[in-house]
């Protein structure tokens, strides 16, 4: 496909997106607007008019309603893993494809978990703050190795997993608890349920995508339910603990301390004002959401969406997307243009559609569906059938008139 493909795309990246990630897109002559942080949302709704891309991280909320707003959007890029800030159904039924990073910051998130679970251990936190505040207070009173303790991890996905492996170089035994059935690594193994789990574990951490099922995953009964003095890391997401109970079992000593990453609710931009039931606590780490802040995940993130996007927009690939159906054909070299039709997955449609292709010259064709959507590319020759002789904006204009009248159609583009 040619640069014109790109000619006029419009990219509005949010919640400082990485520069590889800018400068991939601005030098393949996408047009793009930059914003370190999340943009409120009235302003949002009004730059989403005219944004064929939008990149953001784990704060900016795509609703519903916004994106229903946005008429030239195409993609959405989560330049992170989570991607339950984006209304994926609404996205699916507007034929919006959404592209994450699987797991390019999970390493980064495993480190900073076995350093709290040290932290947490030896009470690290609290000597730190003593000491800034010029209090010598040298005690060993609770304070523990690792080596020998058991972690417990609640969701074993890409970053429990990481976390399993390096826990076990540090000695600890690790056991696991997952809605499905995986496979353990090392000496890892699963338990029979949550409440096993928790009453086993020294430490437990989780790393559980933000789902219904998930939300106050911890609350008052789970947090009863670990030992006396045990830890309590979430750098998962900020709804998966009730952090009211998580404060009061932390101030009685039932808990000997945790680590919390996430927030229920995180504010839009750096600097104070920062409120939360957990300030103060005793042995009690806070971070702001900076599990997958480092150089290296957010470059490869950076690089990684960025090609995903790039892809979809010049090609129409959507390998690696979330939500749509995932299709992608191979160039032959040959003089083509590409069309490819999102529609509601009902009988039918590809019927109506070779119909209205049956006098030009079809290449290649694919199409898959995903739930009540469904994708379809095809490669039409521009030197055989109807095309002969004409521009590829003609062919182009009479097949989006022709395709605009098939009644399931949810949106399409021609690349040429
Ligand atoms: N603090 C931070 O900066 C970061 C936070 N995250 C969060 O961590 C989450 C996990 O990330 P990954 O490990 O990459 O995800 P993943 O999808 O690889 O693994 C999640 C695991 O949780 C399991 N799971 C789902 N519901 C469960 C439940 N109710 N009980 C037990 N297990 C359940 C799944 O079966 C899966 O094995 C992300 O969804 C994201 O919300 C991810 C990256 C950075
Ligand atoms: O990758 C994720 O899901 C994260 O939570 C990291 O989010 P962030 O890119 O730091 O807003």
New binding site residues.
């Given amino acids: 496909m040619s640069p014109a493909t790109i000619k006029g795309i419009r990219a509005l990246l949010l919640e400082n997106v990485n520069a590889a990630a800018v400068e991939s897109f601005r030098a393949a002559g996408i047009d793009v607007e930059h914003h370190t942080k999340a943009l409120p949302e009235a302003e949002l709704r009004e730059k989403l008019q005219t944004a064929h891309i939008v990149g953001i991280r784990s704060k900016t909320q795509l609703t519903a309603s916004l994106i229903a707003d946005a008429p030239n959007l195409i993609a959405i890029g989560c330049f ?3 991607t ?1 800030q984006v209304d994926l159904e609404a996205a699916s039924a507007a034929g919006i494809a959404v592209f994450n990073s ?2 390019s ?2 390493r980064s ?1 495993a480190e900073l978990v076995i350093a709290e679970i040290i932290t947490l251990s030896r009470q690290l936190g609290d000597r730190n703050r003593e000491m800034h505040q010029g209090v010598w207070n040298k005690v060993s009173a609770q304070c523990y190795e690792i080596r020998g303790k058991t972690l417990g991890i ?7 997993t990481q976390l399993s492996v390096l826990a076990e170089a540090m000695g600890m035994h690790v056991i696991f ?4 059935q ?1 496979m353990p690594l090392g000496a890892a193994r699963p338990t029979a349920s ?1 409440n096993d789990l928790l009453s086993r574990a020294d430490v437990v951490t989780l ?5 219904p ?2 939300r106050s ?1 911890i609350g008052k009964d789970q947090l009863e339910k670990m030992r006396p003095g045990a830890f309590l890391i979430n ?3 900020g709804t998966v603990v009730d952090i009211d109970a998580l404060a009061v079992a932390l101030r009685s000593g039932a808990l000997g301390g945790a680590a919390v ?2 927030y229920p609710k995180e504010p839009r931009s750096n600097g104070p004002g920062f409120e939360s039931a957990l300030r103060d606590c005793p042995n009690t780490i806070l971070t702001p ?5 480092t150089e290296e995940a957010q470059s490869a993130i950076g690089i990684e969406v960025s090609s995903a996007l790039l892809r979809f927009i010049s090609r129409g690939s959507s390998l690696g997307a979330v939500n749509v159906p995932e299709v992608d054909l191979r160039a032959n070299g040959k003089r083509i243009i590409r069309v490819l039709h999102m529609h509601n997955n009902v009988p039918g449609v590809l019927g109506r559609i070779n119909e209205i292709l049956s006098s030009f010259n079809v290449e290649k064709q694919i199409c898959e569906s995903r739930g009540a959507l469904a994708y379809l590319m095809l490669d039409l020759s521009l030197d055989a059938g109807e095309a002969q002789g004409k521009t590829d904006d003609e062919v182009a204009g009479s097949l989006r008139q022709e395709l605009a009248k098939v009644p399931e159609t949810i949106k399409t583009r021609i690349l040429s």
Avoid: M, Q
């Fill in positions: 992170c893993i989570g339950n699987p797991f910051n999970s998130v609640v969701g074993y996905g890409h970053i429990g608890y997952d809605v499905l995986l949550l790393h559980v995508p933000e789902t099922e998930t995953l750098a998962s997401r990453d996430v959401h900076i599990g997958g802040s």
